[in-house]
């Protein structure tokens, strides 16, 4: 440490005993989710970044700024706090999910068991969210609790993850009670209550061709929903005859294909890919973690869990590429229209790769 940082004449105890404890508190937030904002630019580099994080903030980054700044450059652990473009307290308790509803509404779920929503425009256009103030949301949905003995109330349950088919306006929530919630946008109230897992749900997609939604839960299973009935039409159980699978895990994570004839679930350190028409599955693959998030992208997958790595595999599970990522454990994947991806996790980093594998930008995300 150089003698300017030392001045004894200077010495501030309380500064330097808050900026080690907000030092320490940045490296220990985790990103839980981001999403790409809709922007007609086809520029990936012009395009906004929204991050959901372990303080319950809701924050958007620009990566053209955090390019000028310098994050793309910085290799190691000398990663550079980004400055956001807004910075709000989205939950009470841990962000998990960001989602957009039909491009204008920008959707966030949490701990506190809410869903929230703020016009993506009027964040972009405010000065006082910067300052991290409570900026009132217009959508603001809460998870019922269930009716106990002498009417007593259960805790409020947490939202894991939210889906969102605006065609026919409704939320859908994965939540901590063992249950899926589908909202009506319209009368803001649950119009669908979909039960059967047996344990809470960690994911949830929603498949529009079919009306149908699958979710992935702790009890080591997937469901395929029928959302007219709320019927659970069939139950995937990833890796339950298959021999190499010795224990149980839960189904972390799931994603679906633009065709929506083709599932892959994340099950502890498997990853299984199911032809949904057929209804079996087509291919399992063991990783070296535990995989905490996947996507589809054209007929590959991208898989990231507790490495520091970005694993693409082909359908029948192959590994084509890994990549070394900044989060030493990822919990988040988002894909660009560009092929642009966002891998996000433990540490507070974003870590921003071309579709040619390379590292743009890697920052870390600013807290409350």
């Not at 709320?230 to 224990?247: L, N, T, Y």
Request: proline share 5%.
């Amino acid at each position: 440490m150089g003698v300017e940082k030392m001045d004894c004449t200077n010495w501030d105890e309380d500064s330097y005993r808050d900026g080690i404890l907000q030092e320490r508190e940045t490296l220990s937030r985790t990103v839980f989710r981001t999403a790409f904002a809709p922007n007609p630019n086809p520029n990936p580099n012009s395009d906004h970044i929204i991050t959901a994080s372990s303080d319950g903030s809701i924050a958007s980054y620009s990566i053209s700024a955090c390019l000028e700044m310098g994050c793309g450059s910085a290799r190691g652990r000398n990663w550079l706090m980004a400055e956001p473009q807004f910075l709000i307290q989205g939950h009470d308790g841990p962000a998990y999910d960001v989602k957009f509803y039909d491009d204008s509404l920008l959707l966030s779920c949490g701990d506190d068991g809410r869903i929230r929503g703020w016009k993506w425009n009027e964040l972009l256009g405010s000065e006082v969210s910067m300052e991290g103030a409570k900026m009132k949301p217009i959508l603001d949905l809460v998870n019922p609790q269930h009716k106990g003995p002498w009417g007593a109330l259960s805790p409020i349950p947490e939202n894991n993850s939210i889906a969102v088919d605006s065609q026919s306006g409704s939320i859908y929530a994965a939540a901590g009670d063992s249950c899926a919630y589908c909202w009506d946008m319209e009368k803001c109230e649950v119009k669908t209550v979909f039960k059967g897992h047996s344990n809470y749900i960690h994911s949830i997609v929603s498949c529009k061709l079919s009306n149908q939604i699958i979710t992935g839960s702790e009890d080591g299973t997937a469901r395929i929903w029928d959302c007219k009935s709320a019927k659970c039409i069939q139950v995937i159980d990833p890796g339950k005859d298959d021999k190499k699978v010795s224990f149980p895990s839960a189904v972390s994570c799931i994603a679906l294909d633009s065709s929506e004839s083709w599932l892959v679930c994340g099950k502890g350190q498997f990853l299984s890919v199911w032809n949904l028409p057929a209804r079996e599955c087509v291919s399992m693959t063991k990783t070296n973690a535990s995989v905490q998030d996947v996507i589809f992208d054209n007929n590959q997958i991208l898989a990231v869990g507790a490495e520091p790595l970005l694993t693409r595999l082909n359908m029948n599970g192959d590994i084509l590429s890994q990549i070394q990522c900044a989060p030493q454990s990822a919990f988040s994947l988002s894909l660009h229209p560009s092929g642009v991806t966002a891998v996000s996790g433990y540490g507070a980093l974003v870590d921003i790769i071309s579709q040619f594998g390379s590292h743009s930008c890697t920052f870390r995300c600013r807290g409350l």
